[in-house]
T-cell receptor, first 115, second 110 residues
């Protein structure tokens, strides 16, 4: 049981380049989210999904796109990288805690630097 | 907008004491509040969840309370140990959307 797998673990981009951060989970979770975490700060929600084919914006969606074609995968696309997008990106998944205590399972993160 | 705030950036306590961390939210009550632990360079790890209709939840040395009148959740670690030193995050969740506070960094000194 791998949990939430994020690739790559590290990435350096030049300003203006685009790339996709991959996220896959094997727990059959309905809910998936992308967060960014800047140094010394908490997690800020970029986009989230409540099921395959359904996505919505979080607090800081500008400059990012997502899609959810399958339950397992939730890729995050940076359209035109900017230095302000330098951050650690976390993907997380969960199911509704119906009758159980059920929190998010987080991936190990992608450390992105935009130069 | 739905905001969630953790009152202290840092909390230092002596080993064996009880650590109490505070999380406040604005606007309507979340369906549930969650607490996570995050160690440096790692992703957050889920600890406890408390629902809107629950007052208190316990797990081993951890206890969380939820006061919808005060719009506040308290997170307690009893008999704290140096290994409890970490950043603790609270999150509010509604309809599949979870927003996090900035965290409180707890340091337990021997």
């Amino acid at each position: 049981n791998a949990g939430v797998t994020q690739t790559p673990k590290f990435q350096v981009l030049k300003t203006g380049q685009s790339m996709t951060l991959q996220c896959a989970q094997d727990m059959n979770h309905e809910y998936m989210s992308w967060y960014r975490q800047d140094p010394g700060m908490g997690l800020r929600l970029i986009h989230y999904s409540v099921g395959a084919g359904i996505t919505d914006q979080g607090e800081v969606p500008n400059g990012y796109n997502v899609s959810r074609s399958t339950t397992e995968d939730f890729p995050l696309r940076l359209l035109s990288a900017a230095p302000s997008q330098t951050s650690v990106y976390f993907c997380a998944s969960t199911n509704l805690p119906a009758g159980r205590d059920y929190g998010y399972t987080f991936g190990s993160g992608t450390r992105l630097t935009v130069v | 907008s739905q905001k969630i705030e953790q009152n202290s950036e840092a909390l230092n306590i002596q080993e064996g004491k009880t650590a109490t961390l505070t999380c406040n939210y604005t606007n309507y009550s979340p369906a549930y509040l969650q607490w996570y632990r995050q160690d440096p360079g790692r992703g957050p790890v889920f600890l406890l969840l408390i629902r809107e209709n629950e007052k208190e939840k316990r797990k081993e040395r951890l206890k969380v309370t939820f006061d919808t009148t005060l719009k506040q959740s308290l997170f307690h670690i009893t008999a704290s140990q140096p290994a409890d030193s970490a950043t603790y995050l609270c999150a509010r969740t509604n309809a599949g959307k979870s927003t996090f506070g900035d965290g409180t960094t707890l340091t337990v000194k021997p």
